[in-house]
T-cell receptor
């Protein structure tokens, strides 16, 4: 099915470890986003991209990096995991006026 | 600083009740207001509102935007247990959306 695919679905990291959250969409959308959602909270924007080769910071970019080498892929990199990065991460893409298409989320726990 | 505030934060009703969820926003270069329903996983799209005063409806759900008051409401009539979820609103500018914290709706049988 067409949509946004995130991997992994969940992960446990130790403090200081690094990892990459993968996000791929097959809808040829230009706009892609990474959000984090803490328990009982709304989604906060980490980074976004308006097209291949273009990325920009959102509300809470510290501790994260992104790249957008192709239209399809928008990976999110955590370099030195901290407990404050324990959250659920959602990738989304958008084209046009019908709002976002979200991935199913990655639940990350840093211990 | 852009912000989106939803109220109430949580709401418990019984099946058949009607509920109104509120969303106020301050978003630079505002383009539209979106509502999402989030159950266990990713949010699913409900409505996008761009013009003031035009109600959008989908079954028992409806929503309207007031761009003068920077406010939107989401109404759910004849609630069902399947309506239990977190409802998120978001203000969209030209590049991204700012989400509110959500309203957690619980519908009891």
């Amino acid at each position: 099915n067409a949509g946004v695919t995130q991997t992994p679905k969940f992960r446990i990291l130790k403090i200081g470890q690094s990892m990459t959250l993968q996000c791929t969409q097959d809808m040829n959308h230009n706009y892609m986003y990474w959000y984090r959602q803490d328990p009982g909270m709304g989604l906060k924007l980490i980074y976004y991209s308006v097209g291949a080769g273009i990325t920009d910071k959102g509300e809470v970019p510290n501790g994260y990096n992104v790249s957008r080498s192709t239209t399809e892929d928008f990976p999110l990199r955590l370099e030195l995991a901290a407990p404050s990065q324990t959250s659920v991460y959602f990738c989304a893409s958008m084209q046009g006026i019908y709002g976002y298409t979200f991935g199913s989320g990655t639940r990350l726990t840093v211990v | 600083e852009d912000k989106v505030v939803q109220s109430p934060l949580s709401l418990v009703v019984h099946e058949g009740d009607t509920v109104t969820l509120n969303c106020s926003y301050e978003v630079t270069n505002f383009r539209s207001l979106l509502w999402y329903k989030q159950e266990k996983k990713a949010p699913t799209f409900l409505f996008m509102l761009t013009s003031s005063g035009i109600e959008k409806k989908s079954g028992r759900l409806s929503s309207i935007l007031d761009k003068k008051e920077l406010f939107s409401i989401l109404n759910i009539t004849a609630t069902q247990t399947g309506d239990s979820a977190v409802y998120l609103c978001a203000g969209y500018n030209n590049n991204d959306m700012r989400f509110g914290a959500g309203t957690r709706l619980t519908v009891k049988p």
